[in-house]
């Protein structure tokens, strides 16, 4: 089995203003210890990329964004293209994020044309996919699982994955402090693991699997030590410095 790097990844949402964003990058910057191997990012409101990779210069951070449009360019007012993400030298992007499929009505195969368009530009997705809370409680975790994922693989191809990160987020657990337990994360991990096995061992084996979903410094390390679980996406402890440092150093 291949050792799979760890990534951390904060996704600020819609959160901070000027005034707070930048001692937060500070503190982190100055905070990241050389014993923290894992890579790590921080993906701000588009509104701030600029301001980031300013402050991320010379810093082992790298800048992702939230989201991107799936269209290359023209007059669709308000959205944002991955060329004008990669103007800012951002190396990832998220994509899916269940916020944008619950309140902005992605579907899957709006995720995947997101995921092709991100991948095209040289940019690696965070393909994030969760199931519900009804979902999981009529015993629909493991199909809702596979149909995201396929709705991509069937578009992109499984080679589109040999870049790409996963995320999984289990909707019940974002935001609201309750946490999948280690075992629970580890088994959709590995189920995850197992659908792009079917399609290629090598891309299975390579691709980072990150969980997402109430991800704190008290359980970060638990979680971080499952087999299929290679770091996290991080939303409400991203926000504060020293919570965020400490889930990065439980990543190895
Ligand atoms: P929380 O860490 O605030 O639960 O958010 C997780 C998330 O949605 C990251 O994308």
């Not at 089995?1 to 500070?26: D, E, F, H, S, Y």
């Not at 701030?48 to 023209?74: F, P, V």
């Not at 007059?75 to 309140?103: P, W």
């Not at 075992?183 to 995850?192: G, S």
Request: hydrophobic share 40%; glycine share 10%.
């Amino acid at each position: 089995m291949t050792k799979r790097l760890a990534l951390v990844a904060a996704n600020w949402k819609m959160n901070g203003t000027l005034k707070t964003i930048r001692p937060l990058v500070q503190e982190v910057i100055g905070g990241l210890k050389d014993d923290c191997h894992a890579d790590i990012a921080i993906c701000p409101p588009s509104i701030y990329l600029q301001e980031l990779q300013t402050l991320l210069t010379g810093s082992r951070i790298g800048l992702g964004a939230q989201n991107a449009s799936h269209l290359e360019a023209g007059a669709y007012t308000g959205e944002i293209s991955v060329n004008m993400l990669k103007d800012y030298n951002c190396q990832y992007v998220i994509v899916g994020h269940s916020e944008r499929r619950e309140f902005y009505h992605e579907t899957d195969d709006r995720v995947a044309e997101k995921f092709i368009r991100v991948s095209a530009a040289g940019m690696i997705p965070i393909l994030c996919i969760g199931e519900q809370l009804s979902e999981r409680e009529s015993g629909e975790t493991d199909t809702v699982i596979a149909r995201q994922l396929d709705a991509v693989i069937n578009m992109a191809g499984i080679d589109g994955f040999k870049d790409a990160v996963i995320a999984y987020e289990p909707v019940w657990a974002i935001g609201t402090g309750k946490t999948a337990t280690p075992q629970q994360a580890q088994e959709v991990h590995a189920f995850i693991r197992l659908q792009l096995a079917r399609h290629d061992d090598e891309v299975a084996d390579k691709t980072r699997i990150l969980y997402g979903g109430s991800v704190k410094p008290s359980n970060a390390a638990d979680l971080f030590s499952m087999a299929d679980i290679d770091g996290g996406l991080i939303g409400g402890a991203s926000l504060v410095a020293a919570d965020f440092l400490n889930i990065c150093l439980a990543a190895g």
